[in-house]
């Protein structure tokens, strides 16, 4: 069993209290292991799903939070992606239909003693869920938000979805999707998301390192997660994960080290002439041309150059972490608005409100 850290500001239940971070003690020198977090539901999806190996992932790393199971609370949308909260053995919530992250809003701003994790899926959080998704970005709550992308509806059995590609054939596209999908990594960017990643659910070891890096990040975290859909959508990311077309393929990033790929690492990345990334071998580069990862760049515009990189053919996609940077969070903001307004008023008076001078009698 374990608690907050005592002092002066970690009391739950009051919006001007604050945590500086989530990091905890516990009461005695019992540690968590993964069993512990492992619920007593039988896990249901079809077998080969990517998601048993996310949950697998997770599960494993929520002992390295050092956050007690009370403290930790998991909110979902609608989706095969969102039954993952009856699995961890901590509170959860499986919501309506893309408001998790307005439920998680909720939570994060009123409680900043609770780690809470957003778990959506390409069509929960970019379909119905898309104008949610995007205003818990730009406001920064302090919420972690794993979006997993298979590229297909799996739960209503496989019609496209929102990142599906064009001429996408499914139930609900017979003849082949018209829409142009969302690049769910540009989105986020142009939402100013101050922490943006991407991962894979067969790469345990960077899923794992990406997760570790989204908890430490103060403010709204977003991943999104390459997972494999067996049944309606089955070897849709094989470029970049199969063994042997994978290191042509995929572009490691790593804060401070030469962006590099290919099989020898023997290509790099540079600007071209209109701002736009291009691959160019890095022998015959012009001296400080290449690019060195800057995951900490103020400015989203070279993330975003990175994120525009995808390909529906996944010629060059980068994986890792591609911004994380500070920003003033919308839970610490608001909790300092709420001390200022009791400090020149006191506390306030919900009957004098609702019967103020703003309102009237019809009739």
């Known amino acids: 069993m374990s608690r907050p850290i005592d002092g002066p500001e970690t009391g739950a239940g009051h919006a001007g209290h604050r945590l500086a971070s989530l990091t905890l003690v516990p009461k005695s020198d019992a540690k968590a292991t993964m069993k512990d977090f492992k619920s007593d539901q039988e896990v249901r999806w079809c077998p080969g799903c990517g998601d048993y190996a996310i949950l697998a992932a997770f599960q494993s790393f929520l002992p390295e939070l050092q956050v007690p199971k009370e403290n930790l609370v998991i909110v979902s949308g609608i989706g095969c992606s969102s039954r993952l909260p009856y699995y961890v053995n901590s509170y959860g919530l499986h919501s309506i239909h893309g408001r998790a992250p307005a439920i998680a809003t909720g939570l994060a701003?009123?409680?900043?003693?609770?780690?809470?994790?957003?778990?959506?899926?390409?069509?929960?959080?970019?379909?119905?869920?898309?104008?949610?998704?995007?205003?818990?970005?730009?406001?920064?709550?302090?919420?972690?938000?794993?979006?997993?992308?298979?590229?297909?509806?799996?739960?209503?059995?496989?019609?496209?979805?929102?990142?599906?590609?064009?001429?996408?054939?499914?139930?609900?596209?017979?003849?082949?999707?018209?829409?142009?999908?969302?690049?769910?990594?540009?989105?986020?960017?142009?939402?100013?998301?101050?922490?943006?990643?991407?991962?894979?659910?067969?790469?345990?070891?960077?899923?794992?390192?990406?997760?570790?890096?989204?908890?430490?990040?103060?403010?709204?975290?977003?991943?999104?997660?390459?997972?494999?859909?067996?049944?309606?959508?089955?070897?849709?990311?094989?470029?970049?994960?199969?063994?042997?077309?994978?290191?042509?393929?995929?572009?490691?990033?790593?804060?401070?080290?030469?962006?590099?790929?290919?099989?020898d690492r023997e290509h790099g990345l540079r600007f071209g002439p209109l701002g736009s990334l291009e691959v160019v071998p890095a022998q015959t580069a012009a001296d400080g041309s290449l690019l060195v990862h800057d995951a900490h760049a103020a400015d989203p515009s070279y993330a975003f150059a990175l994120s525009r990189l995808d390909r529906t053919d996944f010629a060059h996609t980068p994986i890792g972490i591609f911004r994380d940077v500070e920003r003033a969070t919308y839970d610490d903001a608001m909790s300092a608005q709420i001390d200022a307004a009791r400090a020149r008023q006191g506390e306030g008076d919900l009957e004098a409100l609702l019967a103020g001078a703003d309102t009237w009698r019809v009739g």
């Open 109 to 263: 701003a009123s409680r900043q003693d609770l780690s809470v994790w957003v778990i959506t899926g390409d069509g929960d959080a970019l379909s119905i869920g898309g104008n949610h998704l995007i205003h818990a970005l730009r406001r920064n709550v302090n919420v972690k938000i794993l979006l997993f992308n298979n590229r297909i509806y799996g739960l209503t059995k496989g019609q496209y979805s929102p990142t599906s590609e064009q001429g996408k054939v499914t139930k609900s596209t017979p003849y082949g999707s018209l829409d142009t999908p969302f690049n769910p990594l540009s989105l986020a960017l142009g939402a100013e998301a101050s922490f943006v990643a991407r991962t894979i659910d067969s790469d345990r070891k960077h899923l794992t390192s990406v997760l570790r890096a989204a908890a430490d990040h103060r403010g709204t975290a977003f991943v999104e997660i390459y997972q494999n859909c067996p049944i309606f959508n089955d070897d849709a990311f094989a470029p970049v994960t199969e063994p042997g077309a994978r290191d042509e393929h995929v572009i490691r990033l790593e804060h401070g080290q030469p962006v590099r790929l290919g099989a």
